[in-house]
C-alpha cells in the first residue's frame, strides 16, 4: 500500500511497473502501426511481447499491492487517488510546460484528459458510494439474520 516512508525498492517497484505498462502500450500501438502496414506477423509479435509486459507489470503491482490488503473500498479509494492527482497536479503541470514550450497540440491534449481524469474520478466515487451503501445494508441485514438466530437458541 502507499507509504510515507517509500523505501528505495518501493520506488524501484514503481518505476519498474510504469516501464513495464508503458512497453505493453507501446506494443500494443506498434501492433496497430505492423497491421496497417499490412505486416500481421510482426504485428503478432508485437502483441505477444504486449502480452509478457502486462505479466511483468502484474508481478511488480503485487508487490506494491498485496493482493490480502485489498478490498473493493480500497480498490476504489487508490483508484480515485491516482485519479484526482492527473486531474490536480500531473496534467495541469504537462500542459503548463507544453505551452511554454509552444506545443500546442500536447497542451490541447493534456487539457482533454485532465478532463477525463476527472471524470473517472466522479465514476470511481460514485461507485463506491453506492458499493459503501450496499456494505451497510448488508451489515443490517446481516446483523437481523444473527439476531433472529440468537433468540431460536
Given at each position: 500500500m502507499k507509504k510515507t516512508n517509500q523505501t528505495q525498492t518501493d520506488k524501484n517497484l514503481q518505476t519498474a511497473f510504469a516501464g513495464e505498462s508503458m512497453a505493453n502500450r507501446k506494443y500494443l500501438y506498434f501492433a496497430k502501426q505492423a497491421k496497417r502496414l499490412g505486416n500481421l506477423e510482426i504485428a503478432?509479435?508485437?502483441e505477444d511481447t504486449a502480452n509478457q509486459e502486462t505479466a511483468h507489470a502484474f508481478s511488480h503491482l503485487e508487490l506494491i499491492y498485496p493482493p490480502n490488503e485489498l478490498n473493493v473500498a480500497k480498490l476504489l479509494e487508490i483508484a480515485i487517488e491516482g485519479e484526482l492527482y492527473e486531474t490536480n497536479q500531473m496534467y495541469p503541470g504537462f500542459e503548463k510546460t507544453a505551452k511554454l514550450e509552444g506545443n500546442l497540440e500536447a497542451a490541447i491534449e493534456f487539457v482533454e484528459q485532465a478532463k477525463?481524469?476527472?471524470?473517472?474520478?466522479s465514476i470511481f466515487a460514485q461507485a463506491a458510494?453506492?458499493?459503501?451503501s450496499l456494505a451497510k445494508v448488508e451489515k443490517l441485514h446481516a446483523d437481523r439474520y444473527q439476531k433472529a438466530l440468537n433468540n431460536l437458541h
Open positions: 503478432k509479435l508485437f477525463e481524469s476527472k471524470e473517472h474520478a458510494k453506492r458499493f459503501n
